[in-house]
């Protein structure tokens, strides 16, 4: 029963994942407003990155864990 859970957070995530692709992807075509989806993506990344970026030894680590759980096989 827990596999199965652990599956459904995979498959949740690689779709959040995508959709989030999908988001900036169309926000670079046409702009900051795109009214479907809902928000200032690329903004928010950029912000989020930032904000790792002034925490130092901190936000290296916290990008690392992010980049073992999402790559993770």
């Known amino acids: 029963m ?3 859970i652990i599956g459904y957070v995979k498959k949740l995530t690689e779709a959040g ?3 989030l692709a999908l988001g ?3 926000q670079v ?3 900051n407003i795109v009214p479907f989806v809902g928000g200032d993506i690329v903004g ?3 912000a989020i ?3 790792l970026g002034a925490q130092s030894l901190v936000g ?3 990008i690392g864990v992010i980049y ?3 790559n993770k096989n």
Do not use: C, K
Request: aromatic share 8%.
């Open 49 to 51: 990155v930032a904000s």
């Open 29 to 31: 075509i046409f702009g």
């Open 60 to 62: 290296l680590v916290a």
């Open 68 to 70: 073992v759980i999402l």
């Open 24 to 26: 900036i992807i169309m």
């Open 17 to 19: 994942v995508a959709l």
């Open 44 to 46: 928010n990344i950029t």
């Open 2 to 4: 827990f596999d199965e």
